[in-house]
């Protein structure tokens, strides 16, 4: 997951992965949880886990199919809200005359 010459820091990042075991609030406990959703999580938080580098490759794809998802499910809600509108001002309209 981390790439680093430092000692101290991969000293740290093991803490932080144990503690992710029973405290939420770490940081490595919520990016885990950011995993969820996406089609690799199980691999992208195994490697974490074990501290190995995430496939960043891997990791882009799925997080833009993940937003694209969003999106698209935000741009079907709008339309269809949108029709749904546009018909509720048509009814009044003709209610009017």
Known sequence: MLDSNSETLRRVLKA???LASFDSSCWS??????FNGLQGSAMFKQK???AT???MREFICDLRFRH???WREADFFM???SKQES???SQVVLEFL
């Open 87 to 89: 018909s509720d001002v």
């Open 68 to 70: 694209l998802k969003v």
């Open 79 to 81: 339309s269809s809200r």
């Open 48 to 50: 974490m886990l074990r």
């Open 16 to 18: 932080d992965l144990y």
């Open 29 to 34: 406990a919520q990016v885990s949880n950011a």
């Open 53 to 55: 580098q995430v496939p």
